[in-house]
């Protein structure tokens, strides 16, 4: 399959290709060239026109929680249980992880880094996708989030696994790998949204840190870290995990950040979140939070600067909802300051360094052919990105998976 005709924003943050043809082969971009000659195969060789459309790289999000539990997605799932009603089957949630993936695909995400859900939903979800039994982004699962012993998981029950002292934090890690998991999330610091935990301080101790990431990294995992407070941006950095989610109070301190970029650890702002905290869900959260997280919203845009003028590389996670509505976050983060070659950047190649995926984020020969065709420029307005009308065509290792146009087929055969 060629794409010919096509506008090529790559993900690396270069300058676009003007009228460029894309040729796919065996799931993976081929060549990307001013003009490809026809292949051997000759007319077996389908070429789409795209007729001067942006084709870019699909978008991955780096910071999701898949969970059935949709409370961030007001009408994404069923409607709230009226009181009378029998109780709902807890299996109706991997219907609605289903959904999820569909909305994924149709908003031109590809791959999807899973940092938390209950149970084993995302690893599910995963295989669901894997063995073909439904269409969906490529999903990255932690497992279960490592944390200290701590008020969040009275709240958030089976997305944890609570652990305490460095063993323990080893053998946490070694569960998540035993259910299946691509890598591992930690809380170095508590969260905003509980409100018995302080964000400020450290929850876990350097030992504990440490003895997370030498395990995860001995056997051969990647290290998420959710960090708010400085001192456990302090004591993630210095163990050496390999992205640091959040990270908002990072603005307060420079030298964390030139470390960061030093040793290549990706930075996941998730504004988004501070925005449904601070603005969006303020009638369901503690009056004290929602004053932190006004706080911390401000604080995230700062980090976001400061992160992208010390050279940090910057990914997008959205850490919200409803699904499919994921590229707001990349809006926010330029109309936070990043240049929209630079946000998509950071959607595409910066997030597929945080998944630690070396083939996909990026329209180049080798790379998986995980690409979005868009009608409109997201160079001249990001906010194309946004409406699902302007997704011409999303293809998933080198198969048409979402768009209007692939729809049009659809529903022409
Ligand atoms: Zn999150």
Avoid at 261 to 290: M, Q
Avoid at 334 to 355: D, K, Y
């Amino acid at each position: 399959m060629v794409f010919a005709n096509a506008r090529v924003i790559d993900g690396t943050g270069a300058a676009p290709l003007e009228r460029a043809s894309v040729r796919i082969k065996d799931g993976r971009i081929a060549e990307v060239a001013e003009s490809i000659a026809p292949s051997s195969e000759g007319a077996a060789e389908r070429t789409i026109d795209v007729d001067g459309r942006t084709l870019m790289p699909g978008l991955i999000d780096a910071h999701a929680h898949l969970s059935s539990d949709i409370s961030r997605s007001p009408g994404f799932g069923p409607p709230p249980p009226l009181k009378g009603e029998l109780p709902r089957p807890r299996e109706l949630g991997y219907f609605v992880l289903a959904k999820t993936a569909r909305a994924l695909l149709d908003a031109g995400v590809t791959s999807v880094r899973d940092v938390g859900s209950y149970d084993d939903e995302a690893i599910v979800l995963r295989e669901a996708i894997r063995l073909g039994i439904i269409d969906g982004p490529r999903v990255l699962s932690c497992g279960r989030i490592i944390s200290a012993t701590a008020p969040g998981g009275a709240i958030f029950t089976t997305m944890y696994r609570e652990a305490d002292g460095p063993d323990d934090m080893r053998k946490a890690v070694r569960e998540q790998l035993r259910r299946g998991a691509d890598f591992i999330k930690l809380m170095a610091t508590g969260a905003r949204s509980v409100l018995a935990e302080d964000p400020e301080p450290a929850q876990m101790t350097a030992d504990e840190l440490e003895a997370i990431v030498d395990e995860a990294h001995r056997l051969g995992v990647r290290v998420a870290a959710h960090v708010e407070g400085l001192d456990g941006a302090r004591l993630a950095v210095a163990a050496g995990v390999d992205t640091i989610e959040h990270g908002l109070s990072l603005h307060r301190e420079p030298a964390l950040l030139d470390e960061m970029a030093r040793r290549e650890i990706v930075l996941v702002p998730t504004l988004s979140t501070f925005h449904d905290l601070a603005e969006r869900f303020t009638g369901a959260f503690a009056p004290a939070l929602v004053e932190q997280a006004k706080r911390q919203l401000s604080e995230a845009y700062s980090t976001l600067t400061a992160a992208h003028a010390a050279g940090v590389t910057l990914a997008m996670g959205h850490d919200s909802g409803p699904p499919g509505e994921n590229a707001i976050e990349l809006v926010r983060m330029v109309e936070g300051g990043l240049s929209p070659l630079e946000g998509i950047a950071a959607a595409t190649r910066g997030s597929a360094r945080a998944l630690g995926l070396s083939d996909t984020g990026m329209v180049t020969a080798g790379a998986l052919a995980d690409l979005l065709v868009l009608d409109g420029d997201p160079l001249d307005d990001i906010r194309t990105l946004l409406g699902p009308e302007r997704i011409w065509m999303v293809v998933r290792g080198g198969a048409v998976v979402a768009g209007h146009r692939h729809a049009r087929e659809l529903s022409a055969a």
